[in-house]
């Protein structure tokens, strides 16, 4: 395995030597954080509202989500330790505070709790997380009625294109539909070497 390759892999779950250079990456590159300004400010946050974002990695986006809400819970989960380590380093005072809490693991979690949340998001992770229509009937589940859900992926495997990711946005809006939520619809922000989509949809509220 080529250092290339191995530090590639590691997007999926750092850890390690390696995982740290990766995380390094997260938290530096410039379009890591403009997709996450992006994703927070389409999921149009109000005061109170308890938000959950799956994969959060070094925790940008969740910095973002402090920032827009005075008030409210934010939830953090990624089943790398190393990426909760370096999020809670990040926001360390909001987690004292009890604004912020930051969990080590995947969607298991989901499976054995009672929360329910007003958004729930990801950020370049739902290529890691198995089966889409799975995934989306677990969010779909504990969502509060009205509730938003936004997955936003940047294709960034050697050769994808524009087409990449429109391809994957409508794999996600078909499972998005099937699943039952409403208004789904899909957001384009243009980026280098492809676009990152992002695609919406929200509970009924009845």
Aim: glycine share 10%; net charge neutral.
């Amino acid at each position: 395995m080529t250092l290339r390759s191995g530090i590639v892999e590691q997007f999926g779950k750092p850890h390690g030597p390696l995982g740290r250079i990766v995380g390094y990456i997260l938290a530096n590159r410039p379009s890591g954080a403009e997709r996450s300004r992006w994703t927070v400010d389409l999921l149009k946050l109000q005061e109170g509202q308890v938000v959950l974002e799956i994969g959060c990695g070094p925790g940008l986006a969740l910095e973002n989500c402090l920032s827009e809400l005075s008030a409210g819970r934010i939830v953090g989960i990624d089943h790398s330790e190393l990426m909760i380590r370096q999020a809670g380093r990040r926001l360390h005072s909001h987690s004292e505070s009890g604004r912020l809490e930051l969990r080590n693991g995947g969607l298991e979690i989901l499976f054995d709790e009672t929360d329910a949340y007003d958004r729930i998001f990801s950020i370049n992770v739902i290529q890691f997380l198995g089966d889409m229509d799975q995934v989306f009937t677990l969010l779909h589940n504990r969502l509060k009625p009205g509730g938003l859900c936004a997955t936003t992926l940047q294709p960034r495997n050697q050769g994808a294109t524009r087409e990449t990711a429109l391809k994957a946005a409508r794999s996600m809006i078909c499972s998005m539909e099937k699943v039952g939520l409403a208004d789904v619809a899909s957001h384009v922000l243009p980026m280098d070497p492809t676009p990152a989509i992002c695609v919406t949809g929200v509970k009924a509220d009845h």
